[in-house]
């Protein structure tokens, strides 16, 4: 079945840091990815998503690439903020009768 | 429109005891999921459904029921409350359109405490 495999945290990092999350997916076909941001006592909101290979998606400073050879869509972010203080999820959107697939969740602290 | 709410914000139960958490979409999506969400672990899916009428179990559906007579709604019962079901739980939902992309809209979370 699918499943979505994303680098175990905590990262903490210093404020304007570079930031890489990985994750790497297993799925028939070619997903959609999405990467998805739960901050603190919040429920999960849409981040970034890419819907076919080699597609980049981006928000608030964040992007992935949509690696097919790899099977991978890393989150990166050139310069964080205090304000990415957040739990970090990748995931495959649910298809048909196959249901949406988190990876178990990276947390990030900036810290100033 | 209000997107996914859920009721309530807050709950505490006795062990053994039983309730609803209600969820509920206005934005006519066919797919709604709940998921429980433990202290600094990830989201575990615990029933989910494509269609009104149409359900099935996720990762850890025990001690849970779910049953979708209507498209907005997506009700979980919880039979009789353990301490182990103590957690903040997620109702989801989204369309299904062929070939995924499909965002998961998400509601505020239900903090359950089973005493």
């Known amino acids: 079945g699918n499943s979505v495999t994303q680098m175990e945290g905590p990262v903490t990092l210093s404020e304007e840091a570079f930031l890489t999350i990985n994750c790497t997916y297993t799925?028939?076909?070619?997903?959609?990815l999405f990467w998805y941001v739960q901050y603190p006592g919040e429920g999960l909101q849409l981040l970034l998503k890419a819907t076919k290979a080699d597609d980049k998606g981006s928000n608030k400073g964040f992007e992935a690439t949509y690696r097919k050879e790899t099977t991978s869509f890393h989150l990166e972010k050139g310069s964080v903020q205090v304000s990415d203080s957040a739990v970090y999820f990748c995931?495959?959107?649910?298809?048909?009768?196959?249901?949406?697939?988190f990876g178990k969740g990276t947390r990030l602290s900036v810290i100033a | 429109n209000a997107g996914v709410t859920q009721t309530p914000k807050f709950q505490v139960l006795k062990t053994g005891q039983s309730m609803t958490l209600q969820c509920a979409q206005d934005?006519?999506?066919?797919?709604m999921s709940w998921y429980r969400q433990d202290p600094g672990m990830g989201l575990r899916l615990i029933h989910y459904s494509v269609g009104a009428g149409i359900t099935d179990q996720g990762e850890v559906p025990n001690g849970y029921n779910v049953s979708r007579s209507t498209t907005e709604d997506f009700p979980l019962r919880l039979l009789s409350a353990a301490p182990s079901q103590t957690s903040v739980y997620f109702c989801a939902s989204s369309k299904v359109r062929a070939g995924g992309g499909n965002e998961q809209f998400f509601g505020p979370g239900t903090r359950l405490t089973v005493l």
């Open positions: 799925a028939t076909g070619y997903p959609s």
């Open positions: 995931a495959l959107p649910p298809s048909g009768n196959t249901p949406l697939v």
């Open positions: 934005m006519n999506h066919e797919y």
